[in-house]
Structures are given as C-alpha cells and as structure tokens.
C-alpha cells in the first residue's frame, strides 16, 4: 500500500482528553512502545506480510473493560471519524490486526467475563481467553469443542474472528461447522452503536472476517461432554505406512481423538524439548486420544511396525506438557526459531493425497517439508497440510502455489492480509452487505476487506 496515496486521520489533545474521560488516563496509551505491541500479530511468519505491515501502527491504544466502554469509544470514533481495529491476544498470522491506517487500536480482552457455561454452552465476552473457558468448563464435565494451539493466550473474540479450527475438529469440526457455534452479537460502529444478534447458521456470516464488518461483543459456542485424554508420539522410517496408519486412525469413527498431526523428517528435527522421543530420520504422529483407548491403539501401531516413544496422560487441572504446542501453526514458529528463512502454506489435499504428495515431491525436490492435520468437514475426514518452505523469492512462493492448484490441492494463502484473498468465503456478498449495515462510514478496520469499496483513508475510494 502506497502511504502517498492515503488520508491518514489526525489524533489530537482533544480526542485524547475524551477517550481518558471514558476509560481512564491508565488505559489510554501513546507512548510508542505499548501502542507498537498492540499494533502486531505473528505477522513475521510471512516474509511478504513482514515486508508489507512493518511500520504500521495505530497512534493510540485503548483498553476497554465492558460494553459502555467500548460503546462510548466506539461512538466517539465514528463521530470524528477515526478507523478501528480491533485485538485481543493478537496470536493470528496475518496481520489482521494491524491497522493499515493508524487511528485507533482497541483491545478488549479486559472484557473477559465467562457470562455462564449452562447447558453446554459457553457464552462469554470477546476478551475471555480460551484457557479458562476450557478449565471451567472441565470443571462441570464439559470441553470445548475447537480451540486454537494458541488457547494458552487467544480470546475467543480473536479466534472466531481470525481462526477456523484446530485441537478437536477431528471430531467435531471447524469452528462454523454444524451448530458448534450457538450465537454471535455484533456491534455496530456509528454514532449510536446498536447490537445485532445472529444465531446458528446466520452466524457464519461474522466469523473468521478480521473484524471488519462489526465488532465482536458477545459469543455463545457449544460445547462438548469432558473426555480424558492420553497424548502419545509414534514415528517411524516408512512415510507411507505412517501415513496411511495415521489417516484410518482419522476414519475410525470408534476412536474418540483430539488431535491428529504428522510431520515429515526432519520437521520433528527442531521439537528440541521433545528430541529424545523424536529419533533421527523418523516421521512423527502426535495423537491425543480417548484414554481407555490409548492400549489398543498402541497394539496396533506396534502390530503394523510403528514405534511408540511416549504417553503423557491427562491431568486435572489441565498443565503442561502439550503435543498441541507443536502442531498447526505451532509447527511453523518451533521451525523458524531454527530456520528464519522458512514459512509456511495452507494447503487441502483431495482424496488421492498419498499421489498429491509423491507429484509435490518431485517437483520440487528437497524444498517443501510436510506437515500434516486431519480436520473434519461436512462429516469426512480431511487431510490439510502447512507445508514448511524454504521461502526464496515472492516469485518462487506462487511457483508453489500455482502447482498446488494445477495438481488439484486447494490453498488459503497466509502471505495476504486481505480477508477475500486469504481462504474460500463464498457468502461474501453477504459479509459485504453486513458491512455496510454495522460500519456505514468504512472505518472499521479499513483496507482489508477489498470487496467493500468504501474505504474514507485511500484516495479515490468509491
């Protein structure tokens, strides 16, 4: 984005004196230090989103600690016309809260009320970290039925608005996927912010869009009965026998599982709290699984020639360690503390994977390294891919990625912080449409939902 090309707002004493008579003078912050940090994610994963987002930040971060907070900052901001963008742990990839066009940062995850887990169903504010909503939730037999590897730090306002799925959509699938998710209340961003409350399938419409077309106040999701889980770590020298041990444990309806991830060799290579379980030249699968399963599993594997190097069974509380800490996108940042040059894809691999792999291989020899998550989608088993790559060029980049598409792989790009370019969104008329009803002055994390032409900071905006 050219800075030249842009209408950049003006921050003064004045707003400033007024954000404080709201929140307090502790929980507005200029200095620039506190408003940087507020202003990034893990947007470094990509080289390209590292080169585009550096420098970029808002000029004031407000804390706000309930509704009236946010409602009054909120309606302050669109009085005097300042864009929003909204954080909470700031733990997504993609630069999706970084402000492309200073203005206001507001973090809500202050607003971090468990409101009730009735019913198996936990109903929150934006700013409650996953963590707890899953330990109090263990508490009254219940678990979540998604969560992100990043659940230790991320709200659920941040994973329903920047994530899609993770720990747990083996079984029950991605974060919109059946009727995991209850409700979901909106807010809208004018002078007089109204609520706006969508239930059931009407709530996909405000999931996983950066916070651009309304702001988060309140989610109910389902959850699930509470299972005791064993995590173990199998490997082994032969790819294909892994892998197809891996994906009929992903089939089998009969095993109640978690998690289900494989890496290639040497991606295990950089799990360097792990490496004594981890043998030299070996592909890894991490399950966690129903634990009075665990022994038949184990029979199995062992039966089929699969080593097993380690058991860690479940605790109550909750605590360390977790196998979930090295998968997804976990997997990614364990490979760049060693590999700085590498990045990842996000790629889904059809039903003739095993051939999808072995042409991906060929092609480009020595260059891609698989790692593996089976999720569930519409009541199948599926195999997607973060592949770790060596990044070279932008040019080489869509080399890749062009080859994804000719073989028949679908991707989502991580390297592009526009919300219609990162994944599949085939309700974007409808995301679009609901834009212009929460944000009808465009303020709302601008510049990042392309499809709405409305943008008051870019010259020649429609």
Request: include cysteine.
């Amino acid at each position: 984005m050219d800075s030249s090309n842009t209408l950049l707002p003006e921050i003064n004493d004045r707003h400033i004196s007024d954000f404080v008579s709201v929140v307090g003078e502790e929980n507005v912050l200029t200095d620039y230090e506190s408003v940087e940090k507020l202003s990034k994610d893990f947007y470094w994963y990509s080289p390209i989103l590292k080169k585009q987002l550096e420098g970029k930040q808002a000029d004031v971060a407000i804390k706000v600690g309930n509704l009236d907070e946010l409602k009054a900052i909120v309606s302050l901001c669109a009085k005097n016309r300042l864009p929003i963008t909204l954080r909470g742990g700031g733990t997504g990839n993609y630069g999706q809260c970084i402000p492309l066009y200073r203005g206001v940062v507001v973090d809500i995850s202050p607003m971090n009320r468990i409101i009730s887990l009735d019913g198996g169903v936990a109903r929150v504010e934006p700013g409650a970290r996953l963590f707890t909503i899953e330990t109090e939730a263990r508490k009254l037999g219940w678990e979540m039925r998604c969560l992100p590897t990043t659940f230790v730090k991320s709200t659920m306002g941040g994973f329903l608005c920047g994530g899609s799925g993770g720990i747990g959509s083996i079984t029950h699938g991605m974060i919109r996927s059946g009727d995991n998710m209850k409700s979901v209340t909106f807010m809208s961003v004018e002078e007089e912010p109204k609520l706006r409350k969508f239930e059931g399938e009407d709530a996909g419409i405000t999931l996983h869009t950066y916070g651009t077309n309304g702001i988060l106040v309140e989610a109910e999701m389902r959850l699930t009965p509470k299972v005791s889980y064993d995590q173990m770590v199998f490997v082994s020298r032969d790819w294909n026998g892994l892998l197809d041990w891996a994906d009929g444990v992903s089939r089998d309806d009969s095993i109640h599982k978690r998690l289900v991830s494989m890496f290639e060799w040497p991606v295990p290579a950089n799990f360097l709290s792990l490496k004594k379980y981890l043998p030299e030249g070996h592909h890894v699968v991490f399950l966690t699984v129903k634990q009075d399963q665990s022994a038949d599993l184990l029979a199995d594997a062992l039966k089929r020639g699969i080593e097993h190097t380690r058991t860690i069974p479940d605790t109550e509380p909750m605590r360390p360690p977790y196998l979930s800490d090295f998968t997804w996108n976990h997997t990614t940042l364990w490979v760049m503390k060693k590999n700085p040059t590498f990045t990842n894809y996000q790629i889904r691999f059809g039903p003739n994977f095993q051939e999808q792999i072995r042409l991906l291989w060929e092609k480009f020899p020595g260059e891609i390294q698989m790692h593996m998550e089976w999720i569930r989608v519409d009541d199948d088993p599926m195999l997607i891919c973060l592949p770790l790559i060596d990044f070279i060029s932008e040019e080489r980049l869509n080399e890749i990625s062009d080859f994804f598409k000719e073989i028949g792989i679908y991707t989502a790009n991580p390297h592009t912080y526009i919300l219609e370019e990162g994944g599949m969104h085939n309700d974007i008329e409808e995301k679009r449409a609901l834009k212009k009803e929460m944000d009808p002055h465009g303020i709302l994390n601008p510049g990042k939902m392309v499809s709405y032409p409305h943008n008051p900071f870019e010259k020649g905006s429609a």
